[in-house]
Every structure is written in structure tokens, then in C-alpha cells.
């Protein structure tokens, strides 16, 4: 069992940076690989990145490659998203999610936990 806490989001211009953050706890969470997911108002929930159990490998939606780095710290139980020019159409409320494979994975039905979000908003 993974419980994961998201915290970082927030209010920023267009063109700045944020770094969310993702506690976890629980055991399992060395061996799972995690990935960060955001949803737009009125919009589906969508796969943003994600990392292996020892994030030896890393796999980012077209929309963030290039822009966002997701990285994990496992001694401190911890997974990050470092999100770099950010863009009005970044705004969403992002989540942090432990996947039940070790591998990254872009698939809602593989993640086996998920935190309560974290606003993040990109002003124009």
C-alpha cells in the first residue's frame, strides 16, 4: 500500500517554473514506478510523465517533453516534477500516482494509488 501527498503547485506567469513534489508512504514504493497525470477543467485526466521503480527511465507526453523532468529520490521517499516554461495550457490540478508495474507506465487502470492533487495555475 502506497500513500502518496502531492504539494507544490500554485500561481505562476507564463514562461516560469515549478517544482511539485510527491511524498510517499508505504514499503512498496521503492518498487514501483510512479507518474504524474493533470486534468483541465472540463477536460479528461491526462499522463504527463513517468518514471521506473529506479528511475533509471523516464517517458513524458509530447505536450511536456522537454519542458518537465520528472525525477524520484527513493531514500526520501519522494518523487518530483520539475516543470520548466510553463504555459497557460499547463494549468491543471496534477497527481501523483504509484503504478503496479516497475516499468513507466502511461495507463490510468495500472496505477494502484493516487494522491489528492495540487493546483497549479499558469498565468498569460
Same mark, same amino acid.
Do not use: H
Given at each position: 500500500?502506497?500513500?502518496? =501527498?502531492?504539494?507544490? %503547485? %500554485? *500561481?505562476?506567469?507564463?514562461?516560469?517554473?515549478? @517544482?511539485?513534489?510527491?511524498?510517499?508512504?508505504?514499503?512498496?514504493?521503492?518498487?514501483?514506478?510512479? +507518474?504524474?497525470?493533470?486534468?483541465?477543467?472540463?477536460?479528461?485526466?491526462?499522463?504527463?510523465?513517468?518514471?521506473? !521503480?529506479? %528511475? +533509471?527511465?523516464?517517458?513524458?507526453?509530447?505536450? =511536456?517533453?522537454? @519542458?518537465?523532468?520528472?525525477?524520484?529520490?527513493?531514500?526520501?521517499?519522494? =518523487?518530483?516534477?520539475?516543470?520548466?516554461? *510553463?504555459?497557460?495550457?499547463?494549468?491543471?490540478?496534477?497527481?501523483? +500516482?504509484?503504478?503496479? @508495474?516497475? *516499468?513507466?507506465?502511461?495507463?490510468? +487502470?495500472?496505477? @494502484?494509488? !493516487?494522491?489528492? %492533487?495540487?493546483?497549479?495555475?499558469?498565468?498569460?
Amino acid at each position: 500500500q502506497v500513500q502518496l =501527498v502531492e504539494s507544490g %503547485g %500554485g *500561481l505562476v506567469q507564463a514562461g516560469g517554473s515549478l @517544482r511539485l513534489s510527491c511524498a510517499a508512504s508505504g514499503r512498496a514504493f521503492s518498487s514501483s514506478a510512479m +507518474a504524474w497525470f493533470r486534468q483541465a477543467p472540463g477536460k479528461e485526466r491526462e499522463f504527463v510523465g513517468a518514471i521506473s !521503480w529506479n %528511475g +533509471a527511465s523516464t517517458y513524458y507526453a509530447d505536450s =511536456v517533453k522537454g @519542458r518537465f523532468t520528472i525525477s524520484r529520490d527513493n531514500a526520501k521517499n519522494t =518523487v518530483y516534477l520539475q516543470m520548466n516554461n *510553463l504555459k497557460p495550457e499547463d494549468t491543471a490540478v496534477y497527481y501523483c +500516482a504509484a503504478s503496479s @508495474r516497475y *516499468l513507466p507506465t502511461t495507463a490510468q +487502470a495500472d496505477m @494502484r494509488s !493516487w494522491g489528492p %492533487g495540487t493546483q497549479v495555475t499558469v498565468s498569460s
